[in-house]
């Protein structure tokens, strides 16, 4: 609790520090841009946000009803908006999945198959990730839309390099638990030369244990693969509704000039760049991304205002639903 006290302070704190860059050099511009909204596309896009924690749902779903054909699809999507509060308010997004397997303790489902159902979801959310990515990429490629010359662009192609390894890596370890075992004791038995490891023999049990766990969950995922697949398009669906949202602010400022394509692919370079602040909801690093790529086709008033309407759709109100889920659900308890 202290922790979440903690980064709940720092969150307020980058927000007004974001805020107050923001609206410094275009006050009177985003004030009139925000006075003229057009709250259709506003509701649009709000629903659009949480069409992307159903299909995020869902995809959990598709894993959890095989451990319990009990669990309803209704507390899947509690489960999830309880989960995207707490890995709103925790740095790298961390809070979410412990948090998860506790409430799924309480629905009498073992920690053991919750945790083996969340690994299952997050290696098809990284293989929905890679892939929509991939399309980002290509696409930017065929239509120049973000300029070779940039920092940014090219700290994402690292990014997506990064998430490319962490998808073969994964791979690689599904491919054979003895031969992987050997390799991990090998790696092992080198870093306990080095002797600045205390309990060596207890960690490496723990670490065999994730290693189990996570060829068990592989190789369920191998012969149900047809949930996988659905996993997949799910956790895939929920990313698009995610990455579209801003064609929908830019619609509501009226401004006609975003396109599907633009939105996908900006989106997809900003989010990216998100993932590297270790500040809970990548507060900060996020606002310079989004001001920087969509920043290629607007400025002043207009870019600030359609920055914080897009932060307060894809972040705040998350952790708005996800905390009156939190509290709605601590009062039935």
């Not at 969509?294 to 008033?301: E, N, P, Q």
Request: glycine share 6%; charged share 15%.
């Amino acid at each position: 609790m202290k922790k979440m006290k903690i980064n709940i302070i720092l969150l307020v704190l980058v927000a007004f520090i974001v805020l107050f860059f923001s609206l410094k050099d275009n006050f009177f511009s985003v004030i009139d841009y925000l006075r003229s909204i057009n709250y259709f596309w506003i509701i649009i896009a709000c629903g659009f946000y949480v069409l992307n924690i159903l299909f995020q749902s869902l995809a959990q779903y598709s894993f959890l009803k095989e451990v319990n054909s009990d669990y309803k699809k209704t507390s899947c999507f509690k489960l999830m908006s309880i989960a995207m509060f707490f890995n709103g308010i925790t740095p790298f997004s961390s809070g979410g999945q412990p948090f998860e397997i506790y409430l799924l303790r309480k629905e009498n489902i073992k920690v053991s198959d919750s945790a083996n159902a969340l690994l299952q979801n997050f290696i098809t959310y990284q293989f929905a990730l890679i892939f929509i990515g991939t399309v980002a990429l290509l696409t930017n490629v065929y239509l120049d839309i973000i300029p070779d010359d940039m920092l940014l662009r090219k700290i994402v192609i690292i990014g997506y390099l990064i998430n490319v390894s962490v998808m073969a890596l994964i791979i690689f370890l599904s491919r054979g638990k003895k031969t992987n075992t050997k390799i991990f004791n090998k790696i092992f038995n080198f870093i306990f030369k080095l002797r600045f490891i205390k309990n060596g023999e207890q960690k490496r049990q723990k670490a065999e244990k994730m290693l189990d766990d996570f060829y068990n969950s592989t190789a369920i995922m191998k012969n149900n693969f047809k949930n996988t697949v659905k996993s997949f398009l799910f956790n895939l669906l929920s990313l698009l509704c995610l990455y579209i949202i801003p064609l929908f602010i830019y619609l509501s400022l009226d401004n006609h000039e975003m396109t599907i394509v633009n939105s996908l692919v900006l989106s997809g370079y900003t989010f990216l760049i998100g993932s590297f602040v270790p500040i809970p909801g990548g507060s900060g690093g996020l606002e310079y991304a989004y001001t920087t790529f969509f920043g290629i086709f607007y400025s002043g008033g207009l870019l600030s205002a359609s920055m914080l309407l897009w932060r307060l759709i894809t972040y705040y109100l998350g952790i708005i639903i996800g905390g009156i889920t939190l509290v709605t659900y601590r009062k039935k308890e």
